[in-house]
């Protein structure tokens, strides 16, 4: 079967209805909109709605299994967190002020709405000392009050839909992988579906809300400092989770972190689960690259990696 790629013009088009929904519903919302910019095009578009000191983020490249009302539950998650680590002076980018802190859908989308920051261009990302800092945001999170479903961010639905559907689509990967990614799949899913498989597996490792997105490499450099950004993801589960698949010396950068707050350091077992799991989600993203072309550029070299690396991490069933 042939795989049928979006056309340049219809990404396109699918950007341009997310800006004219954006703009619409910012000036529904009281908002000055005659610049709308758009800053990132990926998984979202982020849209400056210039010259309001807003920015809306309206996600476009969403698993087939996720409707809007799902989508949306995961954007008040995300639109509380960042507001309540605000409340107590963790420096994160907050919902704006200037708007209802609440999803708003429009013309098929739903779209949050967050302050406009200027970032410093001029600063490379300090990946070791992001990593060190994500133990003190971890630190922060434990007391979060919300209630949170156990590795949401895993997707395991959209793990499981992906690999049952990836053999019509060759192109993207060969028979004997997706076999070997469905076998792993069969090991991983237990201790990804359910909370009490997880514990009984990893007995005393503690659960906590964590950020569910790599935030090591979601620290956003604002000209006025380092803010934590982007919880869509938010989740309950292992610290271990927020850093899967960055190396020993990111790892060991947020064991520092750890120490350093009187917080466990990473355990190893569950750093190979977490590693195992996130080269699956790579896989089964591959799903994906018909609505995201891009995104096969991004993801080749961590199927390259996967398929040097021992079968499920080297977990056992």
Known sequence: MTTTFLTPRQLADRTSAAVEAAVAAGRELGLTVTDPTVLHDV???V????????V??????????EDLAA????????????????????PVIAPSPLV????????????????????DRDREPDYVANAESVADLHAALRAYPGRLEFLSAADPRFIADSLAR??????LIGAAELDRARREWRILEPLVRSRGAFEARFPGIDLQPIHGDSPPANIFSGVDGDLYADFELITLGPVEWDLAALGPELTAAY??????????PLDEEVLVFVNALGMLRAIAALALVPRLPALMEYLKPAVDQWQTTPFAGGMHG
């Not at 849209?47 to 807003?54: G, R």
């Not at 209802?100 to 970032?119: A, H, I, L, Y």
């Not at 064991?255 to 466990?264: F, I, K, L, S, Y």
């Open 100 to 119: 209802p802190r609440e999803p708003v859908q429009r013309d098929g989308f739903s779209m949050t709405f967050w302050p406009f920051v200027e970032e």
């Open 43 to 45: 998984f979202s578009v």
């Open 47 to 54: 849209v400056h709605l210039a010259p309001s000191p807003v």
């Open 166 to 171: 990836l053999d019509r689509h060759p192109a």
């Open 56 to 65: 809306a983020r309206i996600p476009t490249v969403l698993p087939q299994s």
């Open 255 to 264: 064991d520092r972190g750890a120490r350093r707050n009187g917080t466990r």
């Open 71 to 90: 989508l949306a539950r995961r954007q008040r998650d995300e639109l509380d967190v960042t507001r309540w680590l605000d409340d107590r002076g963790i």
